[in-house]
């Protein structure tokens, strides 16, 4: 094989690993408001989100489009496949230490982190006016429009459902949260899936295997979805129990409202704008809105400033791995 090819192959296979890393770093961000409600069981909720991130793969176009060609500017070659090498595995490793601690960071910010970082180490070119129009605007943004959001909704249906008996909203809540479930699923699998498949796409590019960095061979999204619903299915029991019953005490109204919330920003970014937004961070800060309706204090700020702070860590932490990283991939490429 030429050293091309197995450039782009090393390259292709650890955006696998990043993938299924992602798939159960991120499980969190679809089902654990179902699972703390007891809407959905823990395996049936899993299932679900893996079919749903299968699905969300296909829808992940535009998304793809902007992380594999308007994030970093690189030259064909083998030396620049091992500037996404090390980037990816810069990813990898920050989502590891933040699954191991239960933080739901942004896998996708890790991701684009660590590319950036690796870049910058081998003097490569950043699309700056792309990274904050596509990456650090949203990054902003969508937290505060989940909370907005999240606490607007909430609030429409504590007003609609006012007269209500509890436990018999409680039950129909539980079922409609399996609708916002699945949706939540298919909007991170068009936001997650296809960041992965924008990698390999970038490695396919660099490698001289394609002439664009905006086409997508069909092969790449049946295998990023693949890998992305059995890293989903193998669950993030950690992640989950932090975002399911740490910020708040989530009921069934409260489950369905964030969902939706979160989903319907999911949905826009990807189909709309093409942006590359963090499920974690839109779902988390719509659960934050949620909580707020009770009272201020029944949203525990020490765990979300935690989880805020790995946040901000997020993309200079990745980064910062991943240019250490291409140090010491640099001399087998």
Do not use: C
């Amino acid at each position: 094989m030429s050293p091309e090819l197995v450039a782009v192959l090393a390259v292709i296979a650890v955006a696998m690993v990043f993938d299924y890393t992602n798939g159960f770093h991120d499980a969190a961000n679809a089902i654990a408001t179902s699972i703390s409600t007891r809407a959905l069981t823990p395996r049936v909720a899993l299932a679900m989100a893996a079919v749903g991130n299968f699905i969300g793969a296909h829808f992940g176009a535009e998304v793809a489009k902007t992380v594999g060609s308007g994030l970093v500017d690189l030259p064909s070659g083998v030396s620049s496949l091992g500037i996404v090498f090390a980037g990816v595995i810069g990813a990898i490793t920050w989502n590891l230490i933040t699954w191991y601690f239960g933080l739901p960071s942004s896998s996708s910010h890790a991701l684009i982190g660590g590319l950036v970082g690796s870049t910058l180490a081998a003097a490569g070119t950043v699309l700056w006016g792309g990274i904050a129009s596509d990456v650090v605007l949203p990054m902003i943004l969508s937290p505060l429009v989940g909370f907005g959001l999240g606490f607007l909704v909430m609030v429409g249906v504590q007003w609609i459902f006012r007269h209500g008996q509890p436990a018999k909203l409680n039950r129909g809540f539980r079922y409609a949260q399996t609708v916002s479930a699945a949706a939540m699923s298919v909007g991170h699998g068009m936001q997650d899936a296809a960041k992965t498949i924008g990698i390999v796409v970038l490695a396919l590019y660099v490698g001289g295997f394609q002439d664009s960095a905006e086409t997508i061979p069909e092969w790449v999204f049946w295998t990023s979805a693949t890998v992305l619903a059995l890293g989903t299915y193998a669950g993030g029991w950690r992640i989950i129990r932090t975002l399911g019953r740490k910020i708040i005490d989530l009921g069934p109204p409260e489950g369905f409202a964030a969902e939706t919330v979160a989903s319907s920003v999911l949905y826009f970014n990807a189909l709309v704008l093409g942006a590359p937004i963090s499920t974690t961070h839109t779902i988390t800060s719509a659960i934050m809105g949620v909580g707020a309706t009770k009272r201020l204090s029944a949203v525990r700020w020490g765990v979300a400033g935690n989880i805020v702070g790995a946040w901000i860590l997020t993309f200079p932490a990745a980064g910062s791995i991943g240019a250490v990283m291409y140090f010491v991939a640099r001399p087998f490429f």
